[in-house]
């Protein structure tokens, strides 16, 4: 595609995304005043953004934004214990797989260490922090290729992002990136020879000066199967906008970006967050803390009368501490009551505060510097939690968990990281089953479910044993197995498993039978024994009448 062309297409995803970028502006100032966003070209910064903070007198949605996301970054990709398993299509069970259990093993272990040991944990964050402000963020994964491999994770910010879709189910596979590099740093970036004439002579005269790029990530027409830039599915253009000039062309053989989305908005591509039902309050709150101290500002300092009676002059006069004021009579100077209600303003403000806590879920988690809590509490009100965002998570799942593991495996894998997979999952497509708190907490029903009922016949069996026939408890300890996320490599397969009690059987029988052989042997000593006493006897009788003859 033409630079003109791409540079065009910018400016139709930028009319149509200008519709919501009013109210995710707002989302950001009351929830993640930090992190705003600049929806007009360019970064928040300097008196734009002080300007902003200063305005924001209560910061309840702020830390609720902030809770939530740690919630999700707990529940969703933990740090330290690992969050998926490998499992190929058309099998339900790991276990079933012979070589091809330990390999898939080995993939997830090694995808999982690179992961975390990467910049995901402080990236991610970001990205989850915009899904949950402006319900929409975007989260890139590369090789670190300056370090000489090792992934790298970088969140891109929304406000320079442009999405769109060419695929009937509407899952994003094109950005429209639009940033800023210094002139020296694209020299660096893609060489002399490759940036326009006019970037080379502003790198040697000004090489600070900031220059607008456009990256464009976009699914290729025709679609090659080898490894130049040219064949690879999706294509890469980056671009100087400034002289519509294509610096450098590249491409992708996965979709190198995830997209989640908290919330579609209707026949839109983009979203809207938890903070979006949350900002009427917050607004609110903010607007009532204001005034609040103002009128707090006004019955600490006071408001006062004079009369101007050729002594005291009001247009003059500050009042101080330990200042002496001079007038006619003391009746010149008086204070009014200022009619402040703060009770009023507390109750609510009170109740506007629980509000957003409620919408953003922060009201499950214990709130700093109260009574402490167990910690079976609070496990059952962050699986509370993971229940009221079950829903969420199964787009989650498909927008921002599963691109980045398929983005991940497919680059361990082409770099022979993972070598030659077995041959039984040779041909077989490799699709991803998570086992993070989350996805637990979905699953707990299940297994909750089935130990009540084993529960509720094992009491019946005391009456009437029968009713454990029932159960099969085979499949009852799989469900519970699973359901608690035990690892695949503690859990027998049904191969195993029948293995096991063939074996345990043969051993049982074969006990049997040397039991058997034994009480055999000692009944044959016993006759044997029994029958040299009675040869004994008669050679006795015998020697004892040839005496008395």
């Not at 400034?242 to 919330?263: I, Q």
Request: net charge negative.
């Amino acid at each position: 595609m033409k630079p003109d062309q791409l540079c065009s297409r910018l400016s139709q995803l930028k009319s149509a995304r200008s519709t919501y970028e009013s109210h995710w502006r707002e989302c950001y100032q009351f929830g993640a005043p930090e992190r705003q966003q600049s929806f007009s070209g360019g970064a928040v910064m300097g008196k734009e953004r002080e300007t902003q903070r200063a305005d924001l007198f209560d910061s309840t949605a702020a830390e609720s934004v902030q809770l939530l996301v740690a919630s999700i970054m707990s529940g969703v990709t933990p740090s330290n214990a690992l969050w998926f398993e490998a499992v190929p299509d058309g099998i339900d069970d790991p276990t079933d797989l012979n070589d091809g259990e330990r390999w898939l093993e080995d993939v997830c272990n090694f995808i999982f260490r690179n992961i975390h040991a990467a910049n995901f944990d402080s990236e991610a964050p970001e990205t989850v922090t915009d899904v949950t402000v402006a319900g929409w963020g975007v989260l890139f994964v590369d090789i670190d290729r300056d370090a000489g491999g090792g992934y790298v994770f970088e969140s891109w910010a929304i406000g320079d992002c442009f999405i769109g879709s060419t695929r009937a189910d509407g899952i994003v596979d094109t950005i429209y990136r639009e940033h800023r590099m210094t002139a020296e740093a694209m020299i660096n970036e893609y060489g002399e020879n490759n940036c326009h004439t006019s970037i080379v002579e502003l790198a040697r005269r000004n090489p600070n000066e900031l220059v607008k790029l456009l990256h464009v990530i976009c699914p290729r027409k025709s679609k090659g199967a080898g490894q130049l830039a040219s064949d690879m599915p999706f294509a890469a253009y980056h671009i100087d906008i400034t002289n519509k000039h294509m610096v450098k062309e590249s491409g992708y053989h996965e979709f190198p970006c995830a997209v989640p989305r908290m919330r579609r908005i209707p026949n839109s591509l983009y979203g809207n967050g938890q903070m979006s039902y949350a900002l009427p309050d917050a607004k609110s709150a903010n607007r009532l803390m204001k005034t609040t101290l103002e009128s707090a500002d006004l019955a600490l300092g006071g408001m006062w009368i004079a009369e101007d009676d050729g002594v005291l002059n009001p247009h003059t006069m500050k009042i101080s501490a330990r200042m002496v004021i001079v007038a006619n009579s003391i009746d010149s100077m008086k204070r009014l009551d200022d009619g402040t209600n703060f009770q009023v303003a507390e109750y609510l403000l009170t109740g506007l505060q629980g509000g957003i806590r409620k919408k953003l879920m922060a009201d499950q988690l214990p709130p700093i510097g109260t009574q402490q809590m167990t910690a079976t509490e609070i496990n059952t009100r962050v699986a509370l939690i993971r229940q009221m965002l079950g829903p969420v998570y199964g787009r989650f799942q498909a927008e921002y968990l599963i691109p980045i593991l398929d983005r991940c495996f497919g680059l361990a894998f082409r770099s022979g990281a993972l070598g030659a997979p077995p041959e039984e999952l040779q041909g077989r497509n490799l699709s991803f089953r998570f086992t993070s708190p989350m996805a637990l907490a979905q699953r707990a029903e299940k297994v909750a479910a089935t130990e009540q009922f084993i529960a509720s016949v094992a009491a019946a069996a005391e009456i009437e044993p029968t009713m454990l026939d029932n159960i099969n408890f085979d499949a009852a300890a799989q469900i519970m197995g699973t359901g608690r996320g035990v690892p695949a490599s503690v859990l027998r397969s049904a191969d195993e498993i029948q293995q096991l009690r063939a074996e345990r059987q043969k051993a049982q029988e074969a006990q049997a039978e040397q039991q058997q052989q034994q009480a055999m042997q000692e009944m044959a000593g016993q006759a044997m024994a029994k029958g040299l006493e009675g040869q004994m006897a008669q050679q006795m009788g015998g020697m004892d009448s040839e005496v008395m003859q």
